[in-house]
């Protein structure tokens, strides 16, 4: 089992930059894919960035891509999602997710979920 702590989360002026982190408990992270997801009131939680456990393969949705970058270190049990360039509709609770191979942009897919952290972004 693993348990799941989001951080980094603020208030920003659109075009700043934010890092957030996943930080894990528990065995065997490293085997474990994840995925960031985000959710903006009254809308569906949606997919955000996606790593598999080596951390070789990544995937983003195309709201995101070239802004965000998804990466981890498995020694250290965190993942992280640096966040440029970024926008007003970013604005959203983010949610990071693992599963063993549930390298996916479902949130279905993916057992374990962090409480979340607020990302606002001021225009």
């Known amino acids: 089992q693993v348990q799941l702590v989001e951080s980094g989360g603020g208030l920003v002026q659109a075009g700043g930059s934010l890092r957030l982190a996943c930080a894990a408990s528990?065995?065997?992270?490293?085997?474990?894919?994840m995925g960031w997801f985000r959710q903006a009131p009254g809308k569906e939680r949606e997919f955000v960035a996606a790593i598999n456990w080596g951390g070789g393969t990544t995937s983003y949705a195309d709201s995101v891509k070239g802004r965000f970058t998804i990466s981890r270190e498995n020694a250290k049990k965190t993942g992280y999602l640096q966040m440029n360039s970024l926008k007003p509709e970013d604005t959203a609770v983010y949610y990071c997710a693992a599963a063993r191979g549930a390298y996916s942009r479902t949130w279905y897919a993916y057992d374990y979920w962090g409480q979340g952290t607020q990302v606002t972004v001021s225009s």
């Open positions: 528990g065995r065997s992270f490293s085997a474990y894919d």
